[in-house]
């Protein structure tokens, strides 16, 4: 079936170091989400990449999208402290799919 | 708008017991969904509904039954709880298979 792999599936930063995470679906996505899961919290929506090749910035995030649709990427640029949590990848195929959630990336900030 | 509300917050099943976990959202979203998450393997897909009526099974439908007879409830039934059950529940409700809000969660012990 579809899968959607993401890693790393844990990174250790110094704060202030940026981070990457990446996410392969191993077929064409119509789209792709990532969320943001606070230690004990609930996944939170940060933002969804629909177009080939797109590239969306937030403050010191940047989500990107790959041009046949199949990977993405969310870069942290100077982490902070706030950041700490698990990022998630969701990956949909077709305007009628479920989502296919990644395995998420563990980031921990050290002050 | 309280969002996506979950019930009960914390639960703890002898294996064989059964339980119904409580959805409740007050946007008017038609798309409904039932998460666990376990350790290191992300969100995995219960069950969904797209609209009142309307329910289907997702990655892991085993061992669960959801009804969706209002537009705001989705209630996930345990028939027989095991061991394996043991797991974070999310549910999530969203306008058009998009961005999707989580409900706090549910954590469930079967022992």
């Known amino acids: 079936g579809q899968q959607v792999m993401q890693i790393p599936q844990y990174q250790h930063v110094q704060e202030g170091e940026d981070f990457t995470t990446y996410c392969n679906s191993s077929?064409?996505?119509?789209?792709i989400q990532w969320y943001k899961q606070r230690p004990g919290g609930h996944p939170v929506f940060l933002i969804q990449?629909?177009?080939?090749?797109e590239v969306k910035k937030q403050k010191r995030l940047t989500f990107q999208f790959g041009e046949a649709k199949k990977n993405s990427s969310l870069h942290i640029t100077a982490t902070q402290t706030t950041d700490v949590g698990t990022y998630f990848c969701?990956?949909?195929?077709?305007?009628?799919?479920?989502?296919?959630f990644g395995k998420g990336t563990k980031l921990s900030v050290k002050p | 708008n309280a969002g996506v509300t979950q019930t009960p917050k914390f639960q703890v099943l002898k294996t064989g017991q059964s339980m119904t976990l409580q959805c409740a959202q007050d946007?008017?979203?038609?798309?409904m969904s039932w998460y666990r998450q376990d350790p290191g393997m992300g969100l995995r897909l219960i069950h969904y509904?797209?609209?009142?009526?309307?329910?289907d099974q997702g990655e892991v439908p085993n061992g669960y039954n959801v009804s969706r007879s209002t537009t705001e409830d989705f209630p996930l039934r345990l028939l027989s709880a095991a061991p394996s059950q043991t797991s974070v529940y999310f549910c999530?409700?969203?306008?058009?298979?998009?961005?999707?809000?989580f409900g706090p969660g549910t954590r469930l012990t079967v022992t």
């Open positions: 946007m008017n979203h038609e798309y």
């Open positions: 999530a409700s969203s306008r058009d298979r998009g961005e999707q809000y």
């Open positions: 969701a990956g949909k195929r077709g305007s009628q799919g479920n989502l296919i």
């Open positions: 509904s797209v609209g009142a009526g309307i329910t």
């Open positions: 990449l629909v177009k080939s090749g």
């Open positions: 077929t064409t996505l119509s789209n």
